[in-house]
């Protein structure tokens, strides 16, 4: 027998928008998404640039501008960073040599190497993503983007690779203002078809955590919450939230 009724929630109705270049609020990072849309092809330049380098604090984007540029480049995405086992590498480096082995006219899509949190990499991981990096000059079409912590010369790398990070355009994520914060919350909220009070706006931003990664999440779960009891989401909604649910405020 079931403990306790279960909560239904229409999942499909509160889901989160999955990173895109739509939905990144570049604030003052404008150049950093036109950089990954030219990468990804959606925008014209010459050239496009082969390697990308973003850095910033923790909650500055890089994630999801990282996860934006896979999604748009689809297949050609070689999605990469601490956590995959070493073998991931290993396979994408198979692929990149096959690649640069075949005909031209019989290559697939070129691929788009991308690699998060680079400060993350164990030596074994570093020699992978060094020669990765120069597989991807051996393609043409392939690019490679990249993210970590600090700039390229600062990261506790191997020197090869910190060499080859620092190649391409490297660029600084700046982290968004409060207003720029405010508009992000607006935006999530309007993809959930829900329209958020200025005034609750106001109170997160003054009295809860300033990450906007945090803040989204409340909102993920403030919305689930509302749609349980059929009401709109108001600062009053807020306060009876947190007070149902006490973890939301770690």
């Not at 690649?99 to 020699?127: F, K, M, N, T, Y």
């Not at 809860?208 to 009053?236: F, G, Q, V």
Request: proline residues 8%; glycine residues 8%; hydrophobic residues 50%.
């Amino acid at each position: 027998m079931s403990a306790g009724p279960m909560r239904q929630i229409p999942l499909a109705l509160s889901a989160a928008e999955p990173p895109s270049f739509d939905n990144y609020v570049a604030g003052s990072n404008g150049e950093a998404l036109a950089v990954l849309r030219v990468v990804a092809g959606e925008e014209d330049a010459a050239p496009a640039p082969r390697a990308v380098y973003l850095w910033g604090e923790p909650g500055a984007g890089k994630t999801h501008l990282l996860d934006a540029l896979a999604a748009a480049v689809g297949a050609r995405a070689i999605r990469l960073g601490p956590e995959p086992p070493t073998a991931a590498f290993a396979d994408a480096l198979d692929r990149l040599l096959q690649l640069a082995a075949s005909p031209p006219g019989a290559r697939p899509a070129a691929p788009v190497v991308i690699v998060d949190d680079c400060e993350g990499l164990d030596d074994a991981r570093q020699q992978a993503v060094f020669h990765l990096f120069n597989r991807v000059g051996e393609i043409p079409g392939a690019a490679f983007a990249a993210a970590g912590a600090q700039p390229p010369i600062a990261l506790a790398l191997r020197d090869e690779l910190r060499t080859r990070l620092g190649w391409g355009v490297v660029l600084r994520l700046a982290l968004l203002t409060d207003g720029e914060k405010a508009d992000a919350l607006r935006r999530a909220a309007q993809g959930r078809g829900i329209a958020l009070p200025d005034e609750l706006i106001r109170w997160l931003l003054t009295h809860r955590s300033r990450d906007i990664r945090w803040l989204l999440r409340l909102l993920d779960a403030l919305d689930r919450y509302a749609l349980e009891r059929k009401r709109a989401i108001t600062l009053p909604l807020l306060r009876e939230f947190e007070n149902a649910e006490p973890l939301v405020k770690s």
